[in-house]
């Protein structure tokens, strides 16, 4: 009999006796057994932050990006035996899909945001605060590591993508992670984490293993642990609630399964490719993974006079899906994930069906393809019609986890978002709706009380991930009920696991600490010039000082004659009265153009170009007569990989062009961005 082990402190650990059994969710067969008994939780947290969180926080996020690309290439090289192990959770292909797949796209996603942040084990957040009339002291925000551990209690659901989803944001932040699946499903995940580990792409103790009940897992987290539990709301409340948590200010994310809508908008008439859409995308919402996913659609709300037909339509499609075995051909749903949930689903039908009339699907009377439905965690699809929402509330208080949903009424849009806000806090929401009006009206309306919304028509279709698909770059999670809290969100994610300190100081010694220039600070005169340097050698905050041009009347018209541009500013000095200029004012561009005239080197050299400008801005009329200037400086660096053997070793770096006039002051400003060949590369 196998069983299915934990890592934990460098080592498979087997745990005491026997904590759950392991069944195969489509024969019943026994596959094997876990227990979590005898894991030193203390010890396991004490490893993650001093053996794992060392490593990890030394690393830049650079590193960190290029690790979770690293692994996200070797786990898809492993795919197969993931398809395998998915399929006795009860899972279709595509199930599987999303769940494997989609949880290591979700790495790949992750370690491409390496592009967001600096070449630093540490984040500079936002900009400057000028904090002194003379400039000589300001402040700013930095955000480091937090020197704790990710403890993460995941639902049976997703036991792939439940994890990746959540490491791949904690270890691009630096922290390490211990990962307690549901007992029921862990068989998949120990797979997956057994191949990660064996490969050593990541750092030894950034990630352990919980099988079996975990009970204690989170009795000696601290301040600086982060828990995100993913199940029931009740559970994780009561979690959220245990006096330590409180006391030791422990950042707490619960995301919760949640009583989920969708709307069918009063222009999605039968006949228009919208309703056709709105059917096909609740169907799917109610069979992919037999219903068992946190987002999937519990609430159907639909016009009062179409609510027959969207009734029979549903009806009609669902009595076309195949349950059973998903290697047996023409299935196209397969179980829920135990019998445990079959008992737990068929409660919580059994409580909507005293407020509620079932109007397809039946609990005992159902087919079950290439199986037996009596071993099997089977389960038919439930469709409950509700007339009267307003009154017969159950069913947004009471979630059947499973292939199970209701269709009710509205008259009006103002209906409509009262019943979708009737959840209580919702993970998400879709409208289905021709009518942009009618779109934005529900977006406006219910959004305070959602996560995620979708809003789905034919123009987005082909291309739509759907109503039940977190996207890595998008917050995941909702308010109230879906328990307030946010995963994924791409960059905003990984902050989540940054310690956010104000910093105060001179400009000089902040530009030292953000690695990135600050205005104010030094600027030692660079030599040779600034263009002459590989990426290496730049200094940030050392400057060149140009020579100075004067603006004639003649610069004006040759740069209207080469651009086009004969605004009247610059080309009719009849035409000023009532406006805030003097005289012709020079084209803020030519400004921008004559300074790159004045601060390039240009023989061939280190810097291979330039490829853009950022925050750009005129702070002052340039006339005919101004002399000016410029500073150019050394702004910030940041590191680039090579894609290729051939290609060439480059970094990008960032030089700021702070253009003046002959009284001193700034008259434009802008941010070059170029790309320069490093020291190997000659």
């Not at 551990?149 to 390490?176: R, S």
């Not at 028509?457 to 946010?486: F, I, Q, V, W, Y």
């Amino acid at each position: 009999m196998q069983r299915y082990q934990s890592y934990a402190l460098g080592k498979w650990f087997d745990g005491e006796g026997t904590e759950t059994n392991l069944y195969n969710a489509i024969t019943g067969e026994k596959i094997g057994e876990t227990s979590s008994l005898g894991l030193d939780y203390a010890a396991m947290l004490e490893y993650g932050r001093k053996t794992g969180g060392q490593v990890l926080r030394k690393m830049t996020f650079q590193e960190r990006g290029r690790m979770l690309k690293a692994l996200a290439l070797h786990l898809m090289t492993k795919k197969e035996k993931y398809y395998q192990v998915s399929a006795w959770t009860g899972a279709t292909k595509v199930d599987s899909w999303i769940d494997i797949e989609g949880g290591i796209g979700n790495v790949f996603a992750n370690a491409s945001l390496r592009k967001q942040f600096p070449d630093l084990s540490y984040y500079v957040d936002g900009t400057a605060a000028p904090l002194s009339k003379n400039g000589t002291f300001i402040g700013h925000h930095i955000m480091v590591p937090k020197q704790g551990v990710a403890v993460h209690i995941n639902a049976f659901n997703f036991p792939i993508w439940g994890m990746l989803e959540k490491i791949a944001v904690n270890l691009m932040a630096g922290v390490p992670a211990i990962v307690k699946p549901s007992e029921y499903t862990c068989y998949l995940t120990e797979v997956m984490v057994r191949d990660i580990i064996d490969s050593k792409i990541l750092p030894e103790g950034s990630l352990q293993l919980v099988c079996g009940l975990g009970r204690g897992i989170i009795d000696h987290v601290s301040s600086e642990d982060t828990v995100t539990f993913t199940g029931s709301a009740h559970t994780g409340k009561l979690l959220k609630a245990l006096p330590h948590i409180v006391q030791e200010s422990v950042s707490f994310n619960l995301e919760a399964d949640s009583l989920n809508a969708t709307i069918l908008g009063e222009h999605a008439v039968l006949g228009t490719e919208e309703f056709d859409l709105f059917i096909k995308e609740t169907v799917k919402e109610i069979t992919v993974k037999a219903g068992q996913k946190c987002t999937a659609v519990r609430r159907i709300i639909v016009p009062e006079n179409m609510i027959d037909e969207v009734e029979k339509a549903i009806a009609a499609r669902l009595a076309t899906t195949k349950i059973g075995d998903p290697s047996f051909e023409g299935v196209r749903m397969g179980s829920l994930a135990s019998q445990i949930q079959v008992g737990r689903v068929r409660e919580s039908v059994e409580l909507l069906s005293q407020s509620q009339d079932i109007v397809y699907g039946s609990l005992d009377d159902f087919e079950v393809f290439g199986a037996d439905k009596n071993v099997g965690a089977f389960f038919s699809p439930i469709l409950f019609r509700n007339n009267d929402p307003f009154n017969k509330t159950d069913v947004h208080n009471i979630e059947a986890f499973g292939p199970v949903s209701t269709v009710m009424p509205y008259r009006t849009m103002d209906e409509a978002i009262e019943l979708a806000r009737m959840g209580k806090g919702s993970l998400v929401s879709s409208i289905v709706t021709p009518n942009d009006k009618e779109a934005m009206e529900y977006v406006v309306g219910a959004a305070s009380m959602h996560g995620r919304i979708l809003v789905l028509n034919k123009d987005c279709a082909k291309e739509s991930t759907g109503h039940g698909s977190p996207m890595p770059l998008l917050t995941h999670g909702g308010p109230g009920r879906a328990g307030g809290g946010e995963e994924m969100g791409g960059k905003r994610g990984v902050l989540h696991y940054l310690q956010r300190t104000a910093i105060q100081g001179h400009p000089t010694i902040i530009t030292k600490i953000t690695q990135q220039f600050q205005v104010g600070a030094e600027m030692p005169e660079a030599n040779p010039h600034l263009f002459r340097q590989h990426f290496e050698e730049l200094v940030i905050g050392e400057t060149v000082f140009t020579h100075k041009h004067t603006v004639t009347e003649a610069d004006i018209v040759n740069f209207a004659n080469v651009s086009g541009d004969n605004f009247y500013a610059h080309m009719d000095a009849t035409s000023l009265d009532g406006t805030i200029f003097e005289k012709r004012v020079a084209h803020g561009y030519f400004v921008l153009s004559k300074a790159a005239g004045l601060f390039v080197d240009p023989k061939k050299g280190p810097v291979l170009l330039n490829y853009g400008v950022e925050e750009a801005r005129f702070t002052k009329p340039v006339y005919p007569g101004a002399t000016l200037g410029v500073r150019f400086t050394v702004k910030e660096k940041i590191d680039q990989e090579k894609r290729t053997d051939d290609d060439i070793a480059k970094g990008i770096v960032k030089f700021l062009v702070d253009v003046y006039d002959e009284e001193g002051e700034t008259v434009a400003l802008a941010t070059i961005l170029t790309m320069v060949r490093k020291l190997d590369q000659n």
